[in-house]
């Protein structure tokens, strides 16, 4: 029996495992590939190579790049003293999309959780607090998720940031644009209501 059904059943089950992806959808996009070798799968092939052999953490903010330092934390018109802490690239990038926020960012590599063993030294934590004070950062935004580690951690960040002279804020939580009270549950509600402003 030839080779190639099983090579590309290894693609295709590959393909499945990435996230958003299941087997049906695999399989198209295989098939896909295989039917346009010029126009899609050797460009993706190199494509994939070059991200392989370049991608790497960028040493200041945590973010995904191709170079040492990434191109947010050197470019000198986001030098705004501000610096958004997340908690994965993929929240850096959601941010990124929005196009409002201008500063720079520090990327947590996760969130603080007793029951998975996630202490401060398995997070980026002590690098910012090394950032805030080298870099003389006037406002740390913390935009972790609203869950109890995400509470939990930002609670610690600026417990480690008390001695510092610098801003703390966090993004507002609530209703959200086009929601409706009916489809929100309590804790949303409540956040709403307590982080109610003049009309």
Do not use: K
């Not at 926020?101 to 063993?117: I, Q």
């Not at 690098?127 to 006037?138: K, S, T, Y």
């Amino acid at each position: 029996m030839d080779r190639a059904p099983n090579e590309i059943e290894a693609l295709t089950t590959q393909l499945a495992r990435l996230p958003g992806l299941g087997p049906r959808s695999a399989r198209r996009m295989v098939l896909h590939l295989i039917q346009r070798p010029d126009q899609s799968l050797r460009p993706l092939l190199a494509a994939l190579e070059r991200v392989a052999q370049t991608a790497q953490s960028c040493a200041c903010c945590g973010n995904i790049s191709t170079l040492p330092v990434c191109e947010i934390c050197t470019d000198p018109r986001r030098a705004t003293g501000e610096v958004c802490v997340v908690e994965d690239v993929a929240d850096l990038w959601a941010m990124e999309r929005g196009a409002v926020f201008r500063g720079r960012y520090h990327v947590l590599g996760g969130t603080l959780s007793a029951l998975d063993a996630v202490g401060p030294e398995e997070l980026r934590i002590p690098e910012l607090v090394a950032r805030v004070r080298d870099e003389g950062l006037r406002e740390v935004i913390l935009a972790l998720p609203a869950t109890v580690d995400g509470q939990t951690t930002a609670h610690y960040i600026a417990d480690a940031l008390g001695t510092v002279d610098v801003q703390i804020t966090a993004l507002a939580q609530g209703v959200p644009l086009g929601g409706e009270l009916d489809f929100l549950d309590d804790g949303t509600i409540s956040a709403a209501l307590r982080a109610r402003r003049a009309f």
